[in-house]
């Protein structure tokens, strides 16, 4: 079946430092969404990617989707202490027929 | 624009006991979808609506969990008999369309503990 798998599955960095996150899927999706959730909180969308080899920027934030369309990436520059929280990559997994969560990953800022 | 709203925002059982979560989608949002989030983990689709059709139920425990959006908008998600397992954060979100590419928007959720 269809697996998503999020690195790392946890990142501690200092204010200031750079953060990246990976989403990898074993089979090629027609887009990908990323979700932010902070301690306590519910998920929030960020940002939806649809083409091949497509990169999109919010500020700090810089979204890529591969160019085999299989695998994205998230990357903060200079993180604050309110990039903390989890990012969850998410997507139409199973050719569409099912909308599933990556696992995660949880950025930790320490100021 | 209120956002999805769900109660109860807790809830304490025992196990082999019954309970519904309630969700309010935002207005105009076609699509409703119920998750389990356990922690530490994503969130697990469980069902998902568009309208008052059922899309995707594939991964609904059908035996002890059961969910319906009578007239398209409210929604409810029952679980009987509750099982420690089901021990988790059940989110409610709801999204403009029918396409699983649009954006989602989240309710606070309701954090379920089963003893």
């Known amino acids: 079946g269809q697996q998503v798998m999020q690195i790392p599955q946890y990142q501690h960095v200092q204010e200031g430092e750079d953060f990246t996150t990976y989403c990898n899927s074993s089979t090629t999706l027609s887009n990908i969404q990323w979700y932010k959730q902070r301690p306590g909180g519910h998920p929030v969308f960020l940002i939806q990617?649809?083409?091949?080899?497509e990169v999109k920027k919010q500020k700090r934030l810089t979204f890529q989707f591969g160019e085999a369309k299989k695998n994205s990436s998230l990357h903060i520059t200079a993180t604050q202490t309110t990039d903390v929280g989890t990012y969850f990559c998410?997507?139409?997994?199973?050719?569409?027929?099912?909308?599933?969560f990556g696992p995660g990953t949880r950025l930790s800022v320490l100021p | 624009e209120a956002g999805v709203a769900q109660s109860p925002r807790y809830k304490i059982i025992e196990k082999r006991q019954s309970v519904a979560f309630w969700c309010n989608p935002i207005?105009?949002?076609?699509?409703l979808y119920w998750y389990q989030q356990i922690l530490g983990q994503g969130p697990k689709l469980l069902i998902q609506f568009q309208n008052n059709g059922v899309v995707d139920d594939s991964q609904l425990p059908k035996d002890r969990f059961s969910a319906e959006r009578l007239k398209g908008v409210d929604s409810t998600l029952k679980i009987q008999p509750a099982k420690l397992e089901d021990s988790a954060v059940y989110l409610c979100?709801?999204?403009?369309?029918?396409?699983?590419?649009?954006?989602?928007?989240f309710g606070p959720g309701t954090r379920l503990t089963v003893l």
């Open positions: 990617l649809v083409k091949s080899g």
């Open positions: 998410a997507g139409p997994w199973n050719y569409g027929q099912n909308f599933v």
């Open positions: 207005s105009g949002h076609a699509t």
């Open positions: 979100a709801s999204s403009h369309s029918g396409r699983v590419s649009n954006e989602q928007f």
